[in-house]
């Protein structure tokens, strides 16, 4: 299963915890333009080093549906950032 949320959390010393929910679907369509150059440039590469863009795509698509579930949590002094796939 593809990602369907990303959410992001701001813990400040001086202030609540900020929180904002991103929709990945909406996000991915409005930067297509730029994950085509993306792609177009990764098969490029793969056909300069003499990967098999077949093999490298494949890997990047279970990169990508191992996403969910994901967590990263930042602290730096006394702010925290928290970052969450779904």
């Not at 202030?15 to 792609?39: N, Y």
């Not at 440039?41 to 093999?55: E, P, Q, T, W």
Request: charged share 15%; aromatic share 4%.
């Amino acid at each position: 299963m593809i990602p369907q949320l990303l959410t992001v959390g701001v813990k400040r010393p001086d202030r609540r915890r900020i929180r904002v929910w991103v929709p990945l679907l909406p996000a991915v369509l409005l930067l297509s333009p730029i994950v085509i150059l993306a792609v177009l440039a990764g098969v490029v590469a793969c056909l300069m080093y003499g990967i098999s863009v077949a093999r490298a795509l494949g890997t990047g698509r279970r990169i990508v549906c191992a996403l969910p579930g994901t967590r990263f949590d930042i602290e730096f002094s006394r702010t925290a950032v928290l970052v969450a796939i779904r």
